[in-house]
């Protein structure tokens, strides 16, 4: 698995840009830290992009305090599922997506990946042109050179990888960090401006389950690549812990930053989170908005550069799954800027409201990571109990075959379980609600329907599977390990 270049590549100075890409990452080289992913994944969502969360029930009549508990309950039910893959890294030390060709198959693992490349896509191109608008909106620049700097920020990003991604989240984390505190203690002691509301707000059970859901979406739709930034620390790292800390770092900004967004619009009437945060900066004390929603825009550049990286991991998984791939640093170069080019030009051509977009995009997202989450977890913590054959994931003749109907068929039966009660919301002129989802006033429960069915489908499908038939080719794996990375 390991080529003679790549022995070499290894010795270069930590500083420049990462060496690996698909490719296991062997022990002597783990050299993450476990206190980096708190604050990975606290700036991960402490930034532009979660604000309008918040807009989404007092859009549709939810009072604030409504909207708090439905955005709090959304992100702990989603952020479960984020933090419990991120346990995966350290066990394995693979990105997120390799692993993937356990329950899907060699060949199979490529459906997966077009849902998780289309989810990377689309939250660059949606953080693409909230910030082309937010940015304008607040400071009056041009936004066609806001998208360029932006993609080409985090492109650069993507491709120094791994380590540098930790280095600049934890910069800007203390950089933004109080300034966003200044603020909120602000709202709360009544310092940060604000009217009576005229609209009146209050309790709708169709409007709670949409910021619900929403909440729980925008942590679910991180599954794919938290092990992608956990893969780095050591074997021995506890599993309890990262999952603690990923939890706790992607919850606790989550929650805190949808709570302000849904003051920001009941009480600022604000349409853009961006230019609401700074409103509201600046009615504390001079420019301490504008310092601090450049900040929150930085932020979520990062955070773009971070979903770069993801994808392109995924989009150089899904080559290899026809044509081997060399994992390199170069090819995964190639792959980010290739990347960054098609999230450019969708963003450049999209018309839609900024808002339309992100609801439509998380609610896309949702459907289709739902059912492959489910049954990755179910594989790893249930049917194989962490024990995989590492080289095999990476042979086409391996014991994880070339299509695994198992994982195909679990995830095909929880999509289609969705279908009866999606409500996808309006994209120009098409929309979709279901039967199901009629009878329930429009609510969105197929999310809950997709976990809940693909889950008990795996579990039967793997009923008959015997752990035993992969014990040798696990000891063959890890003596393969042992004689070519020592």
């Not at 390799?98 to 199979?108: E, L, N, P, T, V």
Request: hydrophobic content about 50%; charged content about 10%.
């Amino acid at each position: 698995m390991e080529t003679e270049a790549r022995k070499q590549q290894v010795a270069e100075p930590a500083l420049g840009i990462e060496v690996h890409s698909i490719d296991w990452i062997p022990e002597r080289e783990r050299h993450g830290k476990l206190w980096h992913q708190a604050p990975l994944w606290f700036l991960g969502n402490f930034q532009y992009f979660t604000i309008p969360l918040g807009f989404i029930g007092p859009a549709m009549g939810l009072s604030l305090w409504w909207t708090a508990i439905a955005g709090f309950l959304g992100i702990v039910v989603g952020t479960l599922f984020m933090a419990f893959h991120g346990s995966q890294g350290p066990k394995l030390g693979l990105p997120q997506m390799i692993q993937s060709r356990a329950q899907f198959g060699y060949r199979g693992a490529v459906i997966v990946l077009f849902v998780v490349l289309f989810t990377y896509i689309g939250f660059n191109v949606t953080d693409q042109v909230l910030l082309s608008q937010g940015i304008s909106g607040a400071y009056g620049w041009d936004p066609t050179a806001i998208a360029v700097v932006t993609v080409v920020a985090a492109a650069l990003l993507a491709i120094f990888g791994h380590d540098w991604v930790h280095r600049i989240f934890r910069v800007l984390l203390i950089i933004s960090f109080p300034l966003v505190t200044v603020i909120t203690i602000a709202v709360i002691t009544g310092h940060a401006g604000g009217i009576t509301p005229k609209t009146h707000y209050g309790f709708t059970f169709t409007a709670f389950m949409a910021e619900f859901s929403a909440a729980a979406a925008y942590n679910i739709t991180y599954a794919p690549c938290v092990s992608d930034y956990s893969r780095y620390l050591p074997t021995k790292t506890k599993s309890r812990s990262v999952i603690f800390s990923v939890f706790f770092g992607a919850s606790s900004s989550a929650i805190w930053l949808i709570t302000l967004g849904a003051w920001i619009a009941i009480h600022l009437n604000a349409h853009d989170g961006l230019l609401g945060l700074k409103i509201a900066g600046n009615n504390v004390i001079g420019d301490l908005g504008s310092v601090a929603a450049l900040a929150s825009a930085l932020a979520l550049i990062a955070t773009m550069g971070m979903s770069a990286y993801g994808a392109s991991l995924t989009l150089l998984t899904g080559i290899d799954c026809f044509k081997k791939v060399t994992p390199t640093r170069t090819a995964r170069i190639f792959s980010v800027i290739g990347l960054a080019v098609v999230w450019y030009l969708i963003g450049d051509a999209i018309t839609t409201s900024a808002a339309n977009a992100i609801s439509t995009a998380l609610t896309l997202m949702l459907y289709l990571l739902v059912p492959w989450t489910a049954t990755n977890l179910i594989d790893y913590f249930y049917v194989r109990r962490g024990h995989y054959a590492i080289t095999d994931l990476f042979s086409l003749n391996g014991i994880y075959h070339r299509w695994n109907w198992r994982g195909i068929t679990a995830y095909a039966v929880g999509f289609v379980a969705e279908i009866p009660f999606m409500v996808l919301p309006k994209l120009d002129s098409f929309t979709y609600i279901g039967p199901i989802a009629k009878l329930l006033n429009d609510t969105d429960f197929s999310w809950l329907a997709g976990l809940v069915v693909t889950s008990i489908a795996y579990i039967l499908i793997t009923r008959g599977f015997d752990n035993r038939s992969e014990e040798q080719a696990i000891i063959e794996s890890e003596a393969t390990l042992r004689t070519e990375f020592g």
